[in-house]
């Protein structure tokens, strides 16, 4: 098996890239930049909460969804405005 020499100017040019790639990765996180549709699991993540509880707001109409096939997607901004609908500010 034949072997290859790694140099100092690869390991370099690695680490940058590295570099590259992560200072992208935590702008796109820092910015809120995130994925228009969401299926269910990552809604469940998100707002932590089970497949009924997911079901049921889905069914009283609180949170409206498409359904292709088998998979359902929620829009980002819808799940947004169910977050605020329900937000509670003991502020005062």
Known sequence: MPKEIITTDDLMNFKLELFEELKKLLKEHSTGIHKRYLKS??????????????????????????????????????????????KIDNSD
């Open 41 to 86: 699991s990552e809604v469940r993540k998100l707002l932590d909460i089970s497949w009924g509880t997911l079901q049921n707001i889905r069914i009283n109409g609180n949170l409206p969804y498409t359904k292709i096939g088998g998979t359902v997607f929620y829009d980002w901004e819808d799940v947004q405005r169910l977050m605020e609908k329900y």
